[in-house]
């Protein structure tokens, strides 16, 4: 518990009613969707603009008091998942879009605003925010900065980190740090904002974001390409990356997956298919029929069973509806769900699926795989039941394996979902010793108190 | 001078041809592209690979000798301007693509390895590495990671810093860091690949890059539009941002330059022209033709005189050729040249013009600009003779105003050229001193002995 003064003090910042308390509120922000133990918060407060926040950090700095910035508590790696004894500062009232600046093609918002919310108004002026991870109807752009979200159309647009142009943050003392700018163009000064991307709330807490933004695609078609082996599917993903098209979307569900989906949402999928891949091509209209045909005439000749295209709108929104239900699905099946985000080059899936099966089969769990293959970016998910310690103990086994052959391969650990807690005593089988120092000199210079988001990243 | 044994211990890690302690070498490395002092350092050391970097490192930090490293010495902000108690570390010898993959897209270098040599090489395969900083003809990739160098295909495909997946470099103790990775999404462990671009050799000294490679475009059609007045030129740049077309370059020439780049390298430019738009799209042919005539009707709509297209490549690299000219013409006209690289949110750039033409005036001084219309950011170059210090002090107010005026606009201090010693004074101005603080802080906690090319970013 923090002491009587510090939740008076912080009481007085936010007002009364913004300040909680009480167990079964510190047990809302206790955990996350990484698979971890839940651990209750001192308090959570919810600062309403700017200056609060400020006076926030300010206050646990004077008084070493841990702070946890939490969205929507979305992240896969345990990154927000407080200490015993900070606090937790919820964004949800620091969610203004402050600027959509049409002419210049860049947005400035606040870490509160959710991602879907963004996107829909940058559309609504013609203008497009890509990323898009799969939480994001209603992630915060604040938790995607922090985790260096990905999603589904990173193979084409990148991933938050190439939209982060700039940044407002308080500094773990509370100073106000200004990094980046409104210009497309920037040199000046070190890369803070690069840095502050992906660095999960340990470097500097958010006040505002500025996005760029990018022309919307006039024409998108979407397709679903049906197969009767895994190795088909797989080797397509290769195909279409090697013939040097570079779809929106390039997704791919095994049939564990399918049918827990379809099982789910009834969306119409063949549930007898051994793998699907949902591709969407955007772009020009002409480039966008072209590329359709391509795609359609490689997955075939690579021996797919079927493949439909989208007739309109609602066809397309229920293709990826289908693939967005795929966690929560899964989720369904048994009480813990692992949801694993080893990435590896393109040209490797292929093998990844491959090894994959293989350990499913070694260790006898259940892995369903399904991602955004196009990038690498696979999320074998593993469904458990925690509570059986000798067949987690295989689960954790077979996570170590993953991570083992992705890095064989020259992937990485984490594509898109972040190092958190989960991934932090692996960091070092990727990186080396060497990186890790690195990292913690930075770290604890800039946070010399130890106060933000203490453990995730580099384990201290 | 450096000591003795060191000199010794230097010349027993590369062998004695490869380490320069003679002063007229020492001249040729006191200086770069930046207008000030020159600097001798004590000696140039030439390492031939990984081994031999380390070393030298490892006994710099020892020894707390200052390190500046040079690729070809073209930045211009005065970041390769060594300490006179240090040395410089010469990047020529290591000069290896390492590896170019194409079915995952990605190049490994050397930071030696010339950056259109690795354009070249890596557009025989069909892929492309946009970055092309005016200077790329003998730039290296080192000196563009370590400056974040921009070019004129900015507008559509980014800067340096879009490109670099991952890095290997020497810490300033000279331990072995790895970034990133070889897969296009990396969430694994802070961004220090993003944090190491464009930092200036301040924070480490880089010996593999690894770099993202795209498809290359299919088809691209190059024009010049010629205008009568400054005002018609620079509202087309903005009217064609917001038709949200997004040339691959779209490159601005006032008169006084299209003057100088006539006289020097006689490519038919017309010299009555008060300005000139350069501009490309590519990509797919039919949208390449349709974007074309686009802009096209753009540029004739907004008062352009003329718009011609080039017929074939040939006529094509006649007009880049003429731009990338554009910095030696002008360099022929005075003794000294003064490179300006205040970069606005692109609507800006109509008054960012009319700002140029109006403290041209007050000063009394001549100003030749052209640059990246596009990304907003021009280069307003100011020729004159240093000698003349009553003149010179009048640049030097053009040049802060010239700052203040970019930041009024909600521009930046540099777009693309870097902070350097040049602009580490102004740093303040746009970031604040908060930002200069923790800017500082991360910088002493990776180079406590402060040997890694100091002065650069933070004056410090």
New interface residues.
Partial sequence: MIPRPIQDALQKIVGPQHLLTQKEDMLTYSYDAAVLDPVMPSAAVIPENTAQLGEIIALCHENTIPITVRGSGTNLSGGTIPQSSGIVILTGRMNNIIEI??????AVVEPGVVTATLAAEVEKR?LFYPPDPGSMAVSTIGGNVA??A?GLR??KYG?T??YVMGLRFF?SQG?????G???????????????M???EGTLGVLDQVILKL??APKARQAMVAVYDTIEQASETV?GI??A?I?PATLEFLDNFTIRAVEDFSKAGLPTDAAALLLIEVD??P??VA?EAEQVKALCLKMGARTIDQAKDDAQRDKIWAARRAALSALAQLKPTLVLE?A??????IPDMVRALQDIAKKYRIDIGTFG?AG???LHPTILTDRRNKEEFHRVEQAIEEIFDKALAM??????????GIA?APF?EK???Y??????R??????DPKNILNPGK??GV
Same sequence: chains 1, 2.
């Fill in positions: 600046n049409e002419a210049d093609m860049y013609g985790e260096n990905g990173g193979l991933v980190k190439d500094d100073n106000y740090i200004k990094t700018s409104r210009t497309v163009k920037c040199a000046t000064g070190y890369n803070i904002t690069g840095l991307v992906g660095s990018i022309p290769a990356i090697s040097r570079v772009g020009h002409a480039v072209e985000d990435t590896v080059p393109r040209s490797k955004h990038d690498g970016n020259g992937g990485t650990l984490s594509g898109e979902h972040g190092t991934k960091l990727e990186a080396g060497s990186s890790i120092l690195f990292s000199r930075l770290r604890a210079a800039l990243i580099t």
